[in-house]
């Protein structure tokens, strides 16, 4: 609890377009989640109705049942979890900033909480439904979210428009264009300090898979979905943390 994990996971001191100084990040349940789906995908695969499936990806869980009730606690507890977590790690990155800055008098606004690949429990149509945000987040009316871009190219607060045909969703990020072993293979540590400058943040060959050239570009991304939500910031990343 409350440490930030390795990937795409990040902690970033940003500046908006007036000047304003945003603190971000973003982790999730480190793994329990993981480990838990892993579990319950498992018990599926054993159960009378799920044989003979042509993939064994398939398997399922009937609703009411004691298998679906054990495994809709597990997963609501790891997105608690995660939730705890971000909230830990969140609380640690202002203390240092009150901290380090005490001429300042720094003051926050209240914290923007924004979860992604996770599951709601929602109505629509007259039918309460599980909604999966795989590679998204809750975009409903008024809804402030976070898309991020990569670790050199800025990120995005937002506000949901509330569109009920995408599930109230939008993206949870710029999302990948090539695979991690594809960017090893395709840029060097050179290429990771030319399109982080100006960045404070790792630029060693541990971190290449991250590189801002791996992405989408984040304008084009938040661009196409300007049904789903309106811009409240641009953020500029000036220092980034990786684990």
Same mark, same amino acid.
């Given at each position: 609890?409350?440490?930030?994990?390795?990937?795409?996971?990040?902690? +970033?001191? !940003?500046?908006?377009?007036?000047?304003?100084?945003? &603190?971000?990040?973003?982790?999730?349940?480190?793994?329990?989640? /993981? +480990?838990?789906?892993?579990?319950?995908?498992?018990?599926?695969? /054993?159960?009378?109705?799920?044989?003979?499936?042509?993939?064994?990806?398939?398997?399922?869980?009937?609703?009411?049942?004691?298998?679906?009730?054990?495994?809709?606690?597990?997963?609501?507890?790891?997105?608690?979890?995660?939730?705890?977590?971000? =909230?830990?790690?969140?609380?640690?990155?202002?203390?240092?900033?009150?901290?380090?800055?005490? @001429?300042?008098?720094?003051?926050?606004?209240?914290?923007?909480? !924004?979860?992604?690949?996770?599951?709601? +429990?929602?109505?629509?149509?007259?039918?309460?439904?599980?909604?999966?945000?795989?590679?998204?987040?809750?975009?409903?009316?008024?809804?402030?979210?976070?898309?991020?871009?990569?670790?050199?190219?800025?990120?995005?607060?937002?506000?949901?428009?509330?569109?009920?045909?995408?599930?109230?969703?939008?993206?949870?990020?710029?999302?990948? /264009?090539?695979?991690?072993?594809?960017?090893?293979?395709?840029?060097?540590?050179?290429?990771?300090?030319?399109?982080?400058?100006?960045?404070? !943040?790792?630029?060693?060959?541990?971190?290449?898979? +991250?590189?801002?050239?791996?992405?989408?570009?984040?304008? @084009?991304?938040?661009?196409?979905?300007?049904? &789903?939500?309106?811009?409240? =910031?641009? &953020?500029?990343?000036?220092?980034?943390? /990786?684990?």
């Amino acid at each position: 609890m409350g440490t930030l994990g390795s990937g795409n996971h990040f902690v +970033e001191f !940003c500046l908006d377009e007036s000047g304003s100084v945003w &603190l971000m990040l973003h982790s999730g349940s480190r793994n329990i989640g /993981k +480990e838990l789906a892993d579990f319950h995908i498992g018990e599926a695969q /054993k159960l009378p109705h799920n044989q003979g499936l042509v993939d064994r990806d398939l398997a399922v869980f009937i609703a009411e049942t004691p298998q679906m009730a054990a495994y809709r606690n597990d997963l609501f507890w790891a997105q608690e979890y995660a939730r705890y977590n971000r =909230a830990i790690m969140m609380a640690l990155f202002q203390d240092v900033v009150r901290k380090e800055f005490k @001429k300042a008098r720094v003051t926050f606004e209240p914290v923007i909480s !924004c979860h992604h690949n996770y599951v709601a +429990e929602e109505r629509y149509d007259g039918m309460d439904l599980l909604v999966t945000r795989k590679g998204a987040i809750r975009a409903g009316s008024g809804d402030y979210g976070i898309i991020p871009g990569s670790m050199g190219t800025g990120s995005y607060i937002v506000k949901g428009l509330g569109n009920a045909a995408s599930f109230n969703s939008a993206s949870h990020g710029a999302g990948r /264009k090539m695979s991690r072993n594809a960017a090893k293979r395709a840029f060097t540590t050179r290429d990771l300090e030319e399109q982080t400058r100006g960045v404070e !943040c790792r630029k060693d060959a541990g971190v290449v898979d +991250e590189i801002p050239g791996a992405y989408k570009p984040i304008e @084009k991304v938040i661009d196409q979905q300007r049904d &789903l939500v309106e811009v409240v =910031a641009k &953020l500029k990343q000036v220092v980034c943390v /990786k684990g």
